[in-house]
């Protein structure tokens, strides 16, 4: 068994987390994916974390690995209190993520003169510490550490969790380059214009992406239209490939369509990744569990699947950019950092949370990258 699945093995991650139940999803669909489900009844944020892959165990690590990284955020820590701008004159400019710079669209005038908690983090560009604000980080419940006013919005974006330090840290990097390049590629989400410039040719993917061509394949073959948009390239975005992909039902069952999303480093793993999740959505909503998933507007997703049918694909899979030879974690990280580099991004300030044994989790702060309202 990999070392990644490990705490699968011996139940220790689980126990700490408080998981209960790992539950298999996948037989209440017909995607043939394997979705699970973890369910985690002390939580705050969520008491449901899903979980998807080519086998149940992957699919349970991976609920497992979501339900590590709220548990994380739950569990505030600060390290500093202060205004901003008086940090900022006593530690220097660099050494604060100043809260504008993470929510400019929503970050009330005067945030830089509040008295807030804050967490200290590495910044991957740069590479001195640099100060966070707690609120950004954490999400804590009721009775948790006061983090001052919540002038930045929680969210659980740009998280990531995993036995290996640099796998979390690529995941939560990927994770926040993903909703950048959405918003980029479709600011107004799946309208007539974006389908037709982003949607792919079908017949390219043999080539260029074969696990997503046959996945994508073996949907189809259970009553499932398939559809990838390629979101990669946008104007001043980081180079990476990143894919929408949205499943039909042709028998418009419970859920007449699903999307999913996903930033890789290589094309047919974002593609393939996409699939994943449009599948791990269904079950999700099949399921019913989850506390932030609504049953989805039927009429809009006839309209959306009639658009998508009806659009002449013209976008190849093979033009998608890509990091060949990026390998280990670690590598992946530079060839990341190297991309928001040429994109502009002078910052990547990476907070190593409290977790249980053998488990990283990590939150990255970016200033300067968008944050897609797509689920």
Not at 47 to 65: H, M, S, Y
Not at 123 to 137: N, Q
Not at 220 to 248: I, K, N, W, Y
């Amino acid at each position: 068994m990999p070392k990644a699945l490990r705490p699968l093995r011996d139940g220790s991650l689980a126990v700490a987390l408080g998981v209960t139940r790992i539950a298999r999803l996948t037989g209440l669909d017909r995607t043939g994916v394997e979705v699970a489900s973890a369910v985690r009844p002390g939580a705050h944020v969520l008491q449901v974390t899903n979980g998807k892959g080519d086998t149940f165990e992957r699919a349970a690590q991976g609920a497992l690995l979501e339900a590590a990284e709220l548990w994380a955020a739950e569990r505030a820590e600060v390290e500093a209190w202060g205004a901003a701008t008086d940090l900022a004159a006593h530690h220097g400019e660099a050494a604060v993520v100043r809260p504008e710079a993470l929510a400019p669209e929503r970050t009330e005038p005067g945030a830089s003169e509040l008295r807030l908690a804050w967490r200290i983090g590495q910044d991957l560009l740069g590479g001195a510490p640099a100060l966070v604000p707690a609120c950004a980080v954490h999400c804590p419940p009721a009775g948790g550490p006061l983090l001052g006013a919540a002038v930045v919005p929680w969210t659980s974006n740009g998280m990531g969790a995993h036995e290996d330090l640099a796998a979390a840290l690529l995941h939560a990097l990927l994770e926040a380059v993903e909703r950048d390049l959405l918003a980029r590629a479709l600011p107004e989400g799946f309208t007539e214009e974006a389908v037709a410039a982003r949607l792919l040719d079908r017949s390219s993917l043999a080539r260029a992406a074969p696990r997503a061509a046959a996945l994508a394949g073996r949907l189809e073959a259970r009553g499932f239209q398939v559809h990838l948009l390629d979101a990669s390239a946008a104007a001043d975005g980081p180079t990476l490939p990143c894919a929408a992909a949205l499943v039909a039902d042709v028998e418009h069952g419970a859920v007449p369509l699903a999307a999913g999303y996903a930033c890789r480093l290589e094309p047919d793993e974002a593609l393939h990744a996409a699939l994943l999740e449009a599948a791990q959505s269904r079950a999700t909503e099949i399921h019913g569990a989850r506390e932030d998933v609504a049953l989805g507007d039927r009429r809009a997703a006839k309209g959306l699947a009639a658009l998508l049918g009806g659009t002449r694909a013209r976008r190849h899979a093979g033009r998608m950019p890509g990091v060949r030879g990026a390998g280990a974690a670690a590598a992946g990280v530079r060839a990341v950092l190297a991309r928001l580099r040429r994109a502009g991004i002078a910052r990547a300030v990476a907070v190593e949370l409290s977790a249980p044994p053998g488990v990283h989790v990590v939150k990255v702060a970016v200033p300067g990258l968008l944050l897609s309202e797509l689920l």
